[in-house]
């Protein structure tokens, strides 16, 4: 049997989900002096 | 507000400037995920996650906690960049199908972690295919981890608009990578 759109849509969503915690898990935390020096943080 | 200099881990830094470190190690993660799925490299995300917290450090005097929270603000920044960056660079975004070395997997085998970034590597390829509007919905719902009600608040719509564009945006890109 078919699945109906709305099952296909919800299952693709949990993957979108997960691709979406994959790459916030990827964020490479830079320290924020590394930052300061690099980018002007708190030049201003 | 005023912006003593107080004394950190770092050394020496201003009220503001504290407060947006906290900011960034709070919020980071959500801005760089919703920049990441715009993004064909995780070199670029993190360049104008970068330049997202530099421009909240400058503005951060005027943030009013009465009118949303810090991390719907700093996505509002992110957003202005990420349409700031498009407008500079006009180039096609391609996404690089060669895996996604930026990517971390907890899967047992080199195989399926392989696979795990090619999967990644296609979907964010696909969501570079969509309209704008279908971009910045998915990416603010899965790249940054807003709920319906936190990217309706963002995005001044009802949530049950989000959830119906939601909806197709995410049927249209499905489509998509069927193709």
């Known amino acids: ?44 | 507000m005023t912006d003593h200099p107080v004394r950190s881990s770092s050394g020496m830094e201003t009220a503001l400037e504290q407060r947006c470190r906290e900011w960034y190690e709070a919020h980071g993660q959500a801005v760089y995920g919703y920049l990441r799925f715009h993004l064909a490299s995780a070199e670029e995300a993190e360049d104008l996650t970068a330049e997202v917290f530099l421009r909240a450090v400058r503005a951060a005097g005027r943030f009013d906690p009465s009118r949303g929270a810090p991390k719907a603000w700093l996505l509002r920044i992110a957003r202005n960049a990420l349409h700031d960056y498009s407008r500079r660079e006009r180039r096609r975004r391609h996404v690089p199908m060669d895996g996604l070395p930026d990517l971390r997997s907890d899967a047992p085998s080199p195989e399926e972690r392989l696979l795990w970034r090619e999967t990644v590597a296609r979907l964010l390829a696909a969501v570079a295919e969509l309209g704008a509007g279908d971009r910045e919905i998915i990416g603010l719902r899965y790249g940054s981890g807003l709920d319906t009600g936190e990217t309706a608040a963002l995005l001044g719509v009802r949530e049950a608009v989000v959830r119906t564009r939601l909806w197709r945006a995410l049927g249209r890109l499905r489509r998509v990578m069927e193709t």
């Open chain 1, 1 to 44: 049997m078919t699945e109906p759109p709305d099952a296909e849509n919800a299952i693709f969503e949990g993957f979108l989900a997960n691709i979406g915690d994959t790459c916030r898990d990827a964020f490479p935390r830079r320290s924020t002096a590394t930052l300061r020096q690099g980018r002007g943080w708190g030049s201003e």
